[in-house]
């Protein structure tokens, strides 16, 4: 940081804690930041901004409960610092750009690219050139997407970026760890209380976050809610049986079966 250089204050929200705590180290190595606060989930960073009212807030999009896009989505204008998504996953890059993030930075984090998103936040800072905004932003996507601001701008003025997105890869952490799940590999959901159960190529992976936001993130084209805790992937079923009571049992590609209640009956026309 040089002499005349603006300290900024900032707030880190991430649900998983050594994330924000390497982002911190990173931060204080840079210089030029301070952490005002930590939040562990959206609900918590949505008090805490008004509050704490940061320069910077760093979010990863990924959160049970609100995620990152929902926070910034609900935040009114006033409250809203400067947004660096920081994120495990490249997605929802498009998504950051429209609701004008200053920058998008991939895990795991490398301290130069965490140096030209600060550069990119002082930059914004240092004008209200709208224009150069979305500009500074577009440099941020196209440095992900690895095409240039001028393809995205094409991009988005035809449409071509409009519309519901699913993420071909859904994100699980664990224990710290990230594991990275090819949607069409997945089998099929339950729920186990507050986790769901993620079945796909003979694993199951364990994740906390409810049926409705999983239920989101997949297209509803290749995956159906058939039971109030289960989801099924519609190209594993390989037979559909009638039960005496009104409810069918759907046999998957591996011999499993899963129960199909009477009160999502209507749902058999999207396996015919």
Same mark, same amino acid.
């Given at each position: 940081m040089t002499a005349t250089a603006e300290k900024l204050t900032a707030i880190i929200v991430d649900d998983e804690p050594l994330a924000r705590r390497g982002l911190r180290l990173r931060l204080e190595n840079l210089g030029g930041v301070e952490v005002l606060a930590e939040c562990s989930n959206g609900r918590e960073a949505k008090e805490r901004i008004p509050e704490l009212k940061p320069d910077i807030a760093f979010v990863d999009i990924q959160m049970p409960g609100i995620n990152g896009l929902q926070?910034?989505?609900?935040?009114?204008?006033?409250?809203?610092?400067?947004?660096?998504f920081v994120t495990a996953y490249d997605e929802y890059a498009v998504d950051a750009f429209e609701v004008n993030a200053v920058d998008y930075v991939l895990k795991p984090i490398e301290e130069d690219r965490l140096q030209r998103a600060m550069e990119r936040v002082r930059e914004k800072r240092a004008t209200a050139d709208l224009a150069a905004q979305r500009e500074q932003l577009l440099e941020a996507v196209a440095d992900l997407t690895q095409e240039s601001p001028q393809a995205l701008e094409e991009k988005l003025a035809s449409g071509e970026l409009s519309g519901q997105r699913y993420p071909e890869k859904i994100a699980i952490k664990d224990a710290g760890k990230i594991t990275l799940v090819l949607a069409k590999e997945i089998d099929w959901i339950d729920a186990a209380g507050d986790y769901m159960c993620v079945h796909a190529k003979g694993e199951t992976h364990v994740m906390r976050i409810t049926m409705k936001e999983l239920e989101q993130q997949l297209d509803p084209r290749v995956f159906q809610r &058939?039971?109030?805790?289960?989801?099924?992937? /519609?190209?594993?079923?390989?037979?559909?049986?009638?039960? &005496?009571?009104?409810?069918?049992?759907?046999? /998957?590609?591996n011999g499993e079966r899963l129960k199909m209640s009477r009160s999502y009956k209507n749902k058999v026309q999207h396996f015919l």
């Amino acid at each position: 940081m040089t002499a005349t250089a603006e300290k900024l204050t900032a707030i880190i929200v991430d649900d998983e804690p050594l994330a924000r705590r390497g982002l911190r180290l990173r931060l204080e190595n840079l210089g030029g930041v301070e952490v005002l606060a930590e939040c562990s989930n959206g609900r918590e960073a949505k008090e805490r901004i008004p509050e704490l009212k940061p320069d910077i807030a760093f979010v990863d999009i990924q959160m049970p409960g609100i995620n990152g896009l929902q926070l910034v989505q609900e935040l009114s204008a006033e409250e809203l610092p400067q947004i660096v998504f920081v994120t495990a996953y490249d997605e929802y890059a498009v998504d950051a750009f429209e609701v004008n993030a200053v920058d998008y930075v991939l895990k795991p984090i490398e301290e130069d690219r965490l140096q030209r998103a600060m550069e990119r936040v002082r930059e914004k800072r240092a004008t209200a050139d709208l224009a150069a905004q979305r500009e500074q932003l577009l440099e941020a996507v196209a440095d992900l997407t690895q095409e240039s601001p001028q393809a995205l701008e094409e991009k988005l003025a035809s449409g071509e970026l409009s519309g519901q997105r699913y993420p071909e890869k859904i994100a699980i952490k664990d224990a710290g760890k990230i594991t990275l799940v090819l949607a069409k590999e997945i089998d099929w959901i339950d729920a186990a209380g507050d986790y769901m159960c993620v079945h796909a190529k003979g694993e199951t992976h364990v994740m906390r976050i409810t049926m409705k936001e999983l239920e989101q993130q997949l297209d509803p084209r290749v995956f159906q809610r &058939i039971h109030r805790s289960t989801i099924v992937n /519609l190209g594993r079923v390989s037979e559909i049986c009638a039960h &005496i009571n009104g409810e069918y049992y759907l046999v /998957l590609h591996n011999g499993e079966r899963l129960k199909m209640s009477r009160s999502y009956k209507n749902k058999v026309q999207h396996f015919l």
